[in-house]
């Protein structure tokens, strides 16, 4: 089992940042990527970023050059940069962290975090 805890969200002003953080623990091991998803009202949720535990990275295409994710391992954290917001990033964001399939390739989910994109 993985527990994952988010904290950073909040209301910003396009233009702003926010720094989303994303703690897990239990059964660190077993985790091979852990992700940024995202739910805005009315829509499906998708991925915003995966990170692989060696260090890879996709991003969604409507993200690059403003969001960064980070991953300490030592810390059993990752976190989600976001820069140059936008309207359009109002939405609640959801921690994952998906197992090596060897471990059984589990899903599991943080409570979710609102974020909220408006002057």
């Known amino acids: 089992q993985v527990q994952l805890v988010e904290s950073g969200g909040g209301l910003v002003q396009p233009g702003g940042s926010l720094r989303l953080s994303c703690a897990a623990s239990?059964?660190?091991?077993?985790?091979?990527?852990m992700n940024w998803y995202r739910q805005a009202p009315g829509k499906q949720r998708e991925l915003v970023v995966a990170?692989?535990?060696?260090?890879?990275?996709i991003y969604v295409d409507s993200v690059k050059g403003r969001f960064t994710i980070s991953r300490d391992n030592a810390k059993n954290a990752v976190y989600l940069q976001m820069n140059s917001l936008k309207p359009e990033d109002t939405a609640v964001y959801y921690c994952?962290?998906?197992?090596?399939?060897?471990?059984?390739?589990?899903?599991?989910w943080g409570q979710g975090t609102q974020v909220t994109v408006s002057s």
């Open positions: 239990g059964s660190i091991f077993s985790i091979n990527t």
């Open positions: 994952n962290a998906r197992q090596y399939v060897s471990y059984g390739g589990g899903d599991y």
């Open positions: 990170a692989t535990r060696g260090g890879s990275t």
